[in-house]
């Protein structure tokens, strides 16, 4: 069981800044993947940006690359998802993600690859 508590969030105006972060804890002496998804209202969830715990290269969805960082400190199992630039259609409820540890690659953009979910948080962007 891996266990995920996010932070973070909150709300910007378009142009802004806003962090996330994510924990994870439990059964995390096997690499897996992290990620973090969004659900914007009335849409689908989708992947935003993934990461291997034992990897260094971070995957982003075409939506946001460029302007969103992903970075993951392995001394805290601790996963950031810095957005910068930020615009409206960003506005949704941001999770935390993980797989299974059978599966450690640096992408798992895809609900299909997902075993866990956080909590979530909101991310409120204004035009």
Same mark, same amino acid.
């Given at each position: ?5 996010? &932070?973070?969030?909150? &709300? ?11 924990? =994870? ?7 897996? $993947? ?14 935003? %940006?993934?990461? #291997?715990? &034992?990897?260094?290269?971070? &995957?982003? %969805? %075409?939506?946001? /690359?460029?302007?969103?960082?992903? *970075?993951?400190?392995? *001394? ?20 935390? =993600? =993980? ?8 992408? $798992? ?9 956080? /909590?979530?948080?909101?991310? *409120?962007? #204004?035009?």
């Amino acid at each position: 069981q891996v266990n995920l508590l996010e &932070s973070g969030g909150g &709300s910007a105006q378009a142009g802004g800044t806003v962090r996330v972060s994510c924990a =994870a804890s439990g059964a995390t002496d096997r690499a897996f $993947c992290m990620a973090f998804f969004r659900e914007a209202p009335g849409k689908r969830r989708e992947g935003v %940006a993934s990461i #291997s715990t &034992s990897g260094h290269n971070p &995957s982003y %969805a %075409a939506s946001v /690359q460029g302007r969103f960082t992903l *970075t993951l400190d392995k *001394t805290k199992n601790t996963l950031y998802l810095q957005m910068d630039n930020l615009k409206p259609e960003d506005t949704g409820v941001y999770y935390c =993600a =993980a797989t299974d540890p059978s599966y450690s690659g640096d992408w $798992c953009l895809h609900r299909n690859y997902i075993r866990y979910y956080g /909590q979530g948080t909101e991310v *409120t962007v #204004s035009s």
